[in-house]
């Protein structure tokens, strides 16, 4: 199907080009996906790669789930610092370390870093030379916080969206192709989980579960997300079935499944595509609120919002406010930007309009 | 709420006060339980059950037959008890002290030392001179969270304690030393047989109900049976009533307490708050919830007061307005008592705490509590000071880990023990509670007559000491993932454990500290923020690994016996000591204050060394006031709930 279309994909990448703020948005998530996938290379108190007793670990890996970390240095009781402790164990040991030595998820204590000061803590942790963006009242780096918290801001658009594009074009696509009693079905489906709010579902939700994480609330954003996106597919399906080509296949003797896979979901994507995107700005958002409100992921969180929630005590921090407050602003803006880009470069009559 | 009448504000605020005091002891008490304020208004309803598993024989004896008033008079050797006007003790403790400061001089002080916190507390805390007092002014008091109930015998949250304290009606008070006494305001004579088996009280004949009915011994003896029948949901008040033989009211004015033992505690016992008979009487017994029918909604609403203020409107959620009512000081034509200082109590609702501050700070509340940091960042400057002052002093108050012993986790005295090595002590006492808390090592505070002459060493990280324990108690990392685990039942069980906490940034910091120190030797923790009904739910289902929590203390020591001895309702440790349980009981029926004492220190020894709880702070009380606020006195339990406590507040006359 890939190369079949590929002139209209084509076309629109060429006109996509030609929108300057569109290739920045892009590039900038672009920026976002290599921060969060060398986060902790990027910032960090664990080794990104180091020699110790003679064979090679990458402590740093513990950042994306401590299972990665490996178990010797916990036998050998680094307890979780390690620039002395590699040198006290093995003096033959060596490391490569992460960028800015600092952890997102506690405070550098005085001398872990040869010559670096404890973090400041409360209102005293202006941006300095050792904390770039500050630190929070409990002495927590805030550049840190950030770089870390991109993975969660990235992975919350993408998998909720991820999910909510999947059931949304499922049911727009079975809706819209089948038609009838079908469609009824779905359409009513559709209105019901319109009806849920996202919000105190959620809210709803994280009372119960023993153990709530941020997976949880990718979940449910997903879940309760895919109305828009299904009603969209289920128009450009009512609208792309009657259309000569399909007839052309179903005379061929195509099967429903071939013809919405092969033939209609082609043409019908791109229009798709754009409410994804708005969504994957709309889930950051939700998700940002979340943490901003203190239901967001279970402390001590690594999440932008978070950072926000801690200026809600004290707004003479402005640091709390500024850095977490531009990253989800740029973010979303990005988002939208890419959406409006695409949908001006897939939506003919958007073009003309333009003309 | 600066000073009711004097007579007034003391019988309300003392019976409060006792009631805190009992509800710490037996129920869940929410007044007890330490939350920030406005946390603390949390409604604690399965209370009821908790003082009967207290003591055996709660119901009430129908076959007691009171013997005739002759009999116990020529049978009793009276011994008088202490009948006293709060305001008038409290008078006469400021005369014999010299003054730290003038008012002018204490207006303009910043509160960054402890001398000008002791200067602000001398010259800010005094009673008014005659006439000085604006009699006509009103206050506006913050707390945390609505009422459930304006009925007297139904309170058990905070914000309830406060407002009983000033419509309620009450015989018994303690002052700030925590020593009870009868009030003159509402008292005669108090005498005790000299077996300690009988209370005699006889009240003043100038005492009516805000609608003008007199107030007499047979409502007493009449709430005591309402408060002892099982079908009535009483949350906090039954614990310690329950422990009495009977009430009897020989006439209108002599009421008599009989006991069932001569224990330490009948004095707090006696003391519970009043309703009036000629209203319930008729309604109670259809609807015992004294809440369901039209007519107790009616009541709720409009409540019949007893003491020097009357609720005279309520928007849920908002405020509450309490008037001061002429019948209390004015009888007959006659002025009986004090007429209170404040004209108005306004109870604003504001949950959260930084809104709250933005009140204080523009005028609209005249006192908060204030959270560390408010304290030592955000009450600093000329922005706060333009319109009040702060002031601090100790409160008995103390915060801990609490472990559910039931689990495989923490059923081990040595894990438990590990836990408060492993925790970073200092830290959280310098870094996250600012070093404005002390450090706690026991249940009972230090200095007071119950925590005895040891002093117990406070914790202290210890990471080899606690890594040391953990292996002895079996737990080691088996299986190489650099997490401890244990074999339990042939299953590999891994250290991991759930935290929970309510939702203040303060309390999960302390939590993630721990979180942190844990994680250095092996033993994952999950920190869970939950809504703080929803947390005392879990805890009173035992349904949880470990919690954050605090309490505050009693009057009495044993009123912390529901917390420690074996399965008793707020005993959410699920802790079991036969030594324990023995000293509690042995300490209740100990006359002798020296040797009651020495049955609480050596409990504190034992639950020391069995760490069912890893002990973190005292908190001490911090509060914002207005500058127009005069004469707050600070006890062990805050500035309000003792006697003469709210009733010595009073504005002053504008010049």
Redesign the interface.
């Known amino acids: 199907m890939a190369h079949r279309s590929s002139g209209f994909w084509a076309e629109a990448w060429r006109r996509y080009r030609r929108r300057p703020l569109g290739i920045a948005a892009l590039g900038f998530v672009g920026l976002l996906v290599v921060i969060a996938v060398f986060a902790p290379a990027i910032a960090g108190t664990k080794p990104v790669l180091c020699r110790y007793k003679g064979r090679l670990y990458a402590p740093c890996l513990g950042y994306f789930d401590?299972?990665l970390?490996?178990?010797i240095?916990?036998?050998d009781?680094f307890?979780?610092t390690y620039p002395k402790n590699l040198a006290a164990k093995d003096p033959e040991s060596w490391a490569i370390w992460p960028l800015v030595f600092q952890d997102p998820?506690?405070p550098v204590r005085a001398d872990e870093w040869p010559g670096r000061p404890e973090n400041p803590?409360?209102?005293q942790g202006h941006p300095t030379w050792s904390n770039l963006f500050g630190t929070d009242?409990?002495?927590v780096d805030v550049f840190a916080k950030m770089v870390h918290g991109t993975t969660i801001a990235l992975l919350v658009g993408f998998v909720s969206m991820g999910i909510a594009g999947t059931i949304g074009i499922v049911v727009g696509a079975i809706g819209g192709f089948f038609g009838g009693w079908i469609d009824s079905v779905t359409s009513r489906l559709t209105e019901i989980v319109m009806c849920i709010p996202t919000l105190v579902l959620i809210l709803a939700i994280v009372?119960i579960i023993?153990?709530?994480s941020i997976w949880h609330t990718m979940a449910i954003i997903g879940f309760t997300g895919w109305t828009g996106i299904a009603r969209l597919t289920r128009g450009e399906f009512l609208r792309i079935r009657g259309s000569e080509y399909v007839t052309a296949a179903r005379a061929s003797g195509a099967g429903p499944l071939r013809i919405m896979v092969r033939h209609i979901l082609p043409n019908a994507l791109a229009p798709i595509l754009v409410p994804i995107t708005f969504g994957i700005a709309a889930a950051i958002l939700t998700e940002s609120g979340l943490s901003f409100l203190?239901f967001g992921s279970?402390?001590?969180s690594a999440s932008w919002g978070s950072v926000l929630?801690?200026a809600?005590?004290?707004l003479?921090m402005w640091w709390l406010v500024v850095f977490p407050g531009t990253a989800i602003f740029l973010t979303v803006l990005a988002y939208n930007l890419i959406g409006e880009g695409l949908q001006e470069a897939t939506d003919p009559r958007l073009r003309e309009a333009r003309k | 709420m600066p000073h009711h009448s004097a007579g007034s504000r003391r019988c309300s605020i003392s019976r409060r006060v006792a009631l805190t005091g009992l509800s710490l002891l037996f129920f869940g008490g929410c007044g007890q339980r330490t939350n920030e304020p406005r946390l603390v208004a949390e409604p604690e309803a399965p209370a009821a059950a908790s003082g009967a598993t207290a003591t055996p024989p709660p119901a009430v004896e129908e076959s007691f037959e009171p013997p005739a008033l002759e009999t116990i008079d020529r049978d009793a050797r009276w011994i008088d008890r202490p009948v006293k006007d709060a305001l008038t003790l409290l008078r006469a403790e400021q005369d014999a002290e010299p003054l730290k400061a003038t008012v002018a001089e204490a207006l303009t002080l910043r509160n960054d030392t402890p001398s000008n916190n002791a200067a602000i507390l001398s010259a800010l805390g005094q009673l008014p001179a005659e006439g000085a007092a604006d009699l006509e002014a009103r206050i506006d008091r913050h707390v945390a969270g609505d009422l459930g109930s304006t009925n007297p015998i139904l309170i058990s949250s905070n914000a309830e304690f406060d407002i009983l304290g000033l419509t309620g009606f009450g015989l018994f008070s303690f002052d700030r030393q925590l020593e009870p006494f009868a009030n003159a305001e509402t008292v005669v004579s108090w005498q005790t047989s000299a077996d300690g088996l009988i209370d005699k009280v006889v009240l003043r004949d100038d005492l009516v109900w805000s609608d003008g009915r007199p107030i007499t011994a047979h409502d007493v003896a009449f709430t005591y049976r309402v408060i002892m029948d099982p079908r009535v949901p009483v949350p906090a008040v039954r614990s310690g009533t329950d422990q009495l033989r009977g009430v009897h009211a020989y006439d209108d004015r002599t009421l008599v307490f009989f006991h069932r033992e001569p224990l330490a505690t009948n004095v707090w016992n006696i003391n519970f708050p009043v309703l009036p008979q000629h209203v319930y009487e008729k309604t109670w017994e259809d609807d015992p919830t004294l809440k369901d029918s039209p007519a107790h909604v009616a009541l709720e609403e409009k409540p019949i007061c007893g003491g020097p203020y009357e609720i005279v409107s309520r928007k849920r959620g908002q405020e509450i307005v309490l008037r001061r009512r002429d019948s209390w000081s004015t009888v007959k034509g006659k002025k009986v008592r004090d007429v209170p200082y404040f004209r108005d109590v306004r109870f604003r609702i504001i949950e959260d705490?930084?809104t709250a501050l933005l009140a204080l700070k523009s005028g609209e509340i005249d006192e908060m509590v204030l959270q560390p940091?408010q304290w030592?960042?955000?009450t600093i400057d000329d922005d706060f000071y333009r319109l009040n002052t702060k002031a601090t002093a100790p409160e008995w108050v103390s915060f801990h880990f609490a472990w559910n012993i039931d689990t495989p986790f923490f059923a081990d005295r040595r894990v438990r023990r590990a836990m408060s090595y492993a925790f970073d002590h200092d830290r959280m006492l310098e870094?996250?509670c600012?070093g404005l808390y002390e450090p706690c090592a026991g249940n009972f505070p230090p200095g007071s007559w119950m925590a005895g002459p040891k002093k117990l060493a406070p914790g202290k990280q210890d990471?080899d000491k606690a890594?040391a324990l953990l292996d002895e108690a079996g737990w080691t990392?088996h299986d190489?993932?650099?997490?401890r685990d244990k074999e339990i039942d042939g299953r590999i069980v891994p250290f991991e454990f759930?935290l929970l906490v309510n939702?203040q940034?303060f309390r999960?910091?302390i939590?993630?500290l721990l979180?942190?120190n844990l994680?250095?030797?092996?033993v994952?923790v999950?920190?869970?923020?939950?809504?703080v009904t929803?947390l005392q739910e879990t805890m009173q289902k035992r349904s949880f690994q470990a919690c954050f929590s605090g309490w505050g203390s009693g009057t009495d020591p044993d009123t912390s016996e529901n917390i420690w001895k074996t399965g008793e309702m707020r005993n959410y440790s699920g802790y079991s000591n036969p030594e324990v349980d023995r000293l509690f009981v042995e300490g209740r029926r100990e006359l002798d204050r020296g040797r009651r004492a020495e049955k609480y220190a050596r409990i504190q020894e034992i639950l020391y060394e069995d760490q069912p709880y890893l002990w973190l702070f005292w908190r001490n009380s911090f509060y914002g006031f207005s500058k127009d606020l005069r004469g707050y006195v600070f006890s062990p339990r805050g500035p309000y709930h003792y006697s003469p406590g709210f009733g010595s507040l009073w504005k002053p006359r504008a010049e």
């Open positions: 401590r299972r970390e490996p178990a240095f916990a036998k009781k307890r979780g998820y506690r803590a409360m209102d009242q409990g002495g009372a023993e153990k709530p203190g279970p402390p001590p929630n801690g809600r005590s004290n003479a | 705490p930084n940091e030592t960042t955000q870094k996250i600012l990471l890594e990392d190489n993932d650099g997490i759930t939702q940034p999960i910091a939590c993630t979180k942190e994680e250095q030797i092996g994952i999950n920190v869970r923020p939950v809504e929803a």
